[in-house]
């Protein structure tokens, strides 16, 4: 069950659903974007969110507006893009402001991860967040290695940390080694051995928010390295 401060935020002119997870003694607040398949209160998300917290980071969730109305379909990349700069909006606004304002850090699973890097790579010096956290990149559809969906991320001028599965249908893992070697000392890969897209290994069934939790804990790490808490 999610426990969070509950709050709606407004992305032109829509209401979406998100969620404020605290840490007891905060040193950094991540927005916190779902993926394509899953709502932000998924229990994949509420574990993510709990590892985050559990690692002195608060967690902002929010909805998408396809999720907010049960939708399948994603929404078209402005209108996602519109619900993070919404979502990361409401973060700076509670971190607060002067000496005592805690640093924002974006992260996001699959698609959220995706649409925060690209306004990172857009935004340039504007962009609020610290750094981005991709719990599963997915640089290219199933089978189809052509035309990875990389090429913003050389512009994307804060420090990166990869979450990627070895199994990960939508990121060949060789292609997601070649990418961070290339991207250099700003990115980082975590590789979760023989995890799919989910982070899910084959014979080792586990519960979504035990996965998430952990990919939660991982980025929290991060988080405070690069914070320097």
């Not at 974006?106 to 857009?122: D, I, N, T, V």
């Amino acid at each position: 069950m999610d426990t969070g401060e509950r709050m709606t935020l407004d992305v032109e002119g829509r209401r979406v659903s998100a969620l404020l997870d605290h840490a007891a003694e905060p040193v950094a607040l991540a927005v916190l974007a779902h993926g394509a398949g899953v709502p932000m209160t998924h229990p994949f998300m509420a574990g993510a969110a709990a590892g985050l917290v559990a690692g002195g980071v608060s967690a902002l969730r929010f909805n998408f507006v396809y999720a907010e109305v049960g939708r399948r379909a994603p929404d078209r990349a402005p209108l996602l893009q519109a619900a993070c700069r919404a979502a990361l909006a409401e973060a700076v606004r509670q971190a607060g402001a002067g000496p005592r304002s805690l640093p924002i850090v974006a992260a996001g699973k699959s698609l959220g991860g995706r649409m925060l890097s690209l306004l990172a790579a857009e935004d340039g010096e504007a962009f609020p967040a610290r750094a981005v956290v991709f719990l599963g990149y997915p640089l290219h559809a199933p089978g189809r290695f052509e035309g990875p969906r990389d090429a913003h991320l050389q512009r994307v001028a804060v420090p990166m940390l990869f979450v990627q599965g070895t199994n990960d249908a939508l990121a060949r893992f060789d292609l997601i080694e070649a990418l961070v070697a290339r991207l250099g000392s700003r990115a980082r890969l975590h590789a979760v051995e023989g995890g799919d897209h989910s982070f899910e290994v084959r014979g080792r069934p586990r519960p979504d928010e035990e996965v998430g939790r952990e990919a939660g804990a991982v980025a929290a790490a991060f988080v405070r390295e690069v914070v320097g808490a």
